[in-house]
T-cell receptor, first 110, second 112 residues
Framework: QKEVEQNSGPLSVPEGAIASLNCTYS??????FFWYRQYSGKSPELIMS????GDKEDGRFTAQLNKASQYVSLLIRDSQPSDSATYLC??????????FGAGTTVTVRA | KAGVTQTPRYLIKTRGQQVTLSCSPI?????VSWYQQTPGQGLQFLFE???????NKGNFPGRFSGRQFSNSRSEMNVSTLELGDSALYLC???????????FGPGTRLTVL
């Protein structure tokens, strides 16, 4: 079983819609959770971090964490063509490394 | 603040050669991590350094090694290159006491 799993995608949404990305992790001691955005040919860019259960909002992005269910999600509201990218879920288990999911590719249709 | 810098940005090597990649973290950051990204395996952790000490190492063969200098700059070395080592090598830096990691632009290594 992979440590971090994401819905495989690709995910295609119309402009203005909500894109919903999901991630599950296997290590119950995981402490920190991150979402990175990676444009084609570029390096990952940190867009959200979340450490405690509940929701965290930053602009059009909302991260949700449920440690009991070992689940973290990212919602992108009012999706724009510039949101088209691969989104990577990353988990830190307190051992100085990030474990990444395979990523979900999002395409926003104009 | 300047971001994480990596040099060189692109490298072409042949099988059997060795390569050294360099990473300069964000000013004030003392943690440097290295990751390998390939289409098949995704992002995989190589190792992490803090204050010149390796604190964790991923499941890579001994051909992959690294080090960190007193100014927090880091290098990674791959010896006896194999075709499968072709990848994007990413360096990330983190501030003390903070779990967030910020990536550099990466070094694209092609092994022929």
């Amino acid at each position: 079983q992979k440590e971090v799993e994401q819905n495989s995608g690709p995910l295609s949404v119309p402009e203005g819609a909500i894109a919903s990305l999901n991630c599950t992790y296997s290590d119950r001691v995981s402490q920190s959770f991150f979402w990175y955005r990676q444009y084609s040919g570029k390096s990952p860019e940190l867009i959200m971090s979340i450490y405690s259960n509940g929701d965290k909002e930053d602009g059009r992005f909302t991260a949700q964490l449920n440690k009991a269910s070992q689940y973290v999600s990212l919602l992108i509201r009012d999706s724009q063509p510039s949101d088209s990218a691969t989104y990577l879920c990353a988990v830190n288990g307190g051992d100085y490394k990030l474990s990444f999911g395979a990523g979900t590719t999002v395409t926003v249709r104009a | 603040k300047a971001g994480v810098t990596q040099t060189p940005r692109y490298l072409i090597k042949t099988r059997g050669q060795q390569v050294t990649l360099s990473c300069s973290p964000i000013s004030g950051h003392r943690s440097v991590s290295w990751y390998q990204q390939t289409p098949g395996q995704g992002l995989q952790f190589l190792f992490e350094y803090f204050s010149e000490t390796q604190r964790n190492k991923g499941n890579f063969p001994g051909r992959f090694s690294g080090r960190q200098f007193s100014n927090s700059r880091s290098e990674m070395n791959v010896s006896t290159l194999e075709l499968g080592d072709s990848a994007l090598y990413l360096c990330a830096s983190g501030a003390p006491g903070v779990n967030e990691q910020f990536f550099g632009p990466g070094t694209r290594l092609t092994v022929l």
